[in-house]
């Protein structure tokens, strides 16, 4: 199994969804609330970000920013990104805890 290793960080998917979807139930709003705000004309947007299937727009990132009183950048999360030739969730999650643990020792 060959897996190529991508040496730049980009925002993580599943890791920003998780968060947004914490700080958004930390702040005390509900999906229907946030699919309002945002003008959404249905919610289904917005359990594809907390899932990690689809990002949020630019635009809806910053709405939400403002909503929740933060920057942005506090919205999303970022690390390395990798892939593998299979669709092997066990290899990439070793993978990426690999890069990042050693990142962490060398003081990166």
């Given at each position: 199994?060959?897996?190529?290793?991508?040496?730049?960080?980009?925002?993580?998917?599943?890791?920003?969804?998780?968060?947004?979807?914490?700080?958004?139930?930390?702040?005390?709003?509900?999906?229907?609330?946030?699919?309002?705000?945002?003008?959404?004309?249905?919610?289904?947007?917005?359990?594809?970000?907390?899932?990690?299937?689809?990002?949020?727009?630019?635009?809806?990132?910053?709405?939400?920013?403002?909503?929740?009183?933060?920057?942005?950048?506090?919205?999303?999360?970022?690390?390395?990104?990798?892939?593998?030739?299979?669709?092997?969730?066990?290899?990439?999650?070793?993978?990426?805890?690999?890069?990042?643990?050693s990142d962490y020792i060398n003081g990166n």
């Amino acid at each position: 199994m060959d897996c190529v290793i991508y040496d730049f960080k980009s925002v993580l998917p599943e890791a920003t969804g998780k968060n947004i979807k914490s700080k958004i139930k930390k702040a005390g709003y509900s999906v229907n609330y946030i699919q309002n705000y945002l003008r959404l004309s249905c919610p289904q947007p917005i359990y594809r970000w907390f899932n990690g299937k689809v990002m949020p727009s630019l635009n809806h990132l910053y709405m939400l920013s403002r909503l929740l009183n933060i920057h942005m950048e506090q919205l999303l999360v970022s690390g390395y990104m990798d892939r593998c030739d299979v669709d092997d969730y066990e290899c990439l999650s070793i993978v990426s805890r690999t890069i990042i643990f050693s990142d962490y020792i060398n003081g990166n």
